[in-house]
């Protein structure tokens, strides 16, 4: 008789675990961060755009007659074609492309609006800091200002006596009171608590004036630049008129005794489209300068 070792006996198989899994329901893929900015481009570009076609239409309608007396946009495609696609040309004398007057026209834009700013700057600090300065001087500022850029003519072509000179004295004249105001403003309204800390951390007046007061006051600051290019911008044109030479507004003064009223047109479109630019380049510069502060 057998005995049988019940410790060799087979053991039962335990059964296994098994882990079951949950798959969430499938989403949609979200759009990319291209489509997304390309969205963002088309919903600022399709707007202006369409609004440009409606007065394109609306122009074409209105000056299509023979008997009008200001051309239609495809007669002002057709008589000044070459100017529009030969900008760089370079003639005889004031026989210029239209690249070269405004280039002309910026050069001028630029000496004058940054003496502006500067002058601007510093004759603002003065009066926003100093409450004898704005009582002396924020009466004299406010006559002056609402004298029109070309009464100054005159009086710059006699001091001067060169036409050069005298248009860039009568861009620093307009555009030097926005930057005087807005940075007055700016610096009157700089929080108290900003010039307590500079009391209870000692900062001397150079430490002031550098890390609080243009901090502070740099959004009004922009504001009054960007006021200042657009003024500069209106007044060489209307300047260039007078001091004839080479530039924008003489060039369109120069059409108008020619009778080129395509030519007008043309140049007209090119001052708003370079004036568009300069205002959206101080405009960026100050969005870098105040870390987004400054109007947009």
């Not at 053991?11 to 390309?38: H, I």
């Not at 202006?48 to 609306?58: D, E, G, K, Q, R």
């Not at 502006?116 to 800091?129: F, N, P, R, W, Y």
Request: with cysteine.
């Amino acid at each position: 008789m057998s005995v049988t070792n019940l410790n060799t006996a087979p053991a039962k198989a335990k059964p296994s675990a098994q882990v079951v899994t949950f798959s969430a329901p499938a989403k949609r893929p979200a759009p990319s961060q291209l489509m997304r900015r390309l969205s963002a481009i088309a919903g600022d570009l399709v707007p202006p755009l369409v609004t440009l076609l409606v007065l394109l239409a609306a122009w074409e309608l209105i000056c299509s007659s023979p008997t009008s007396s200001l051309p239609s946009p495809t007669r002002v495609m057709a008589e000044s074609w070459d100017l529009i696609v030969h900008p760089f040309y370079i003639g005889q004398g004031t026989d210029q492309g239209m690249a070269w007057h405004i280039m002309a026209s910026l050069q001028r834009v630029a000496v004058g609006y940054a003496i502006a700013a500067v002058v601007g700057i510093a004759m603002g600090v003065l009066v926003g800091q100093s409450q004898w300065a704005m009582k002396g001087l924020d009466p004299i500022f406010q006559i002056l200002r609402t004298v029109p850029p070309l009464a100054w003519l005159p009086l710059s072509l006699a001091a001067f006596r060169d036409g050069n000179p005298s248009a860039i004295f009568v861009i620093f004249i307009t555009a030097v009171w926005p930057v005087i105001i807005n940075t007055a403003v700016g610096i009157r309204n700089i929080p108290q608590d900003y010039q307590n800390v500079a009391k209870v951390l000692r900062l001397n007046q150079f430490e002031y004036f550098a890390k609080i007061m243009l901090p502070a006051a740099a959004p009004y600051i922009f504001t009054g630049l960007r006021i200042g290019i657009g003024l500069s911008w209106l007044a060489i044109v209307a300047a260039e008129m007078l001091i004839g030479g080479v530039g924008i507004g003489f060039f369109i003064w120069d059409a108008w005794n020619s009778s080129l009223i395509s030519d007008i047109i043309v140049a007209l479109i090119y001052v708003g489209v370079v004036g568009f630019f300069l205002d959206r380049f101080i405009a960026f510069i100050g969005r870098l300068v105040t870390r987004g502060t400054a109007t947009a």
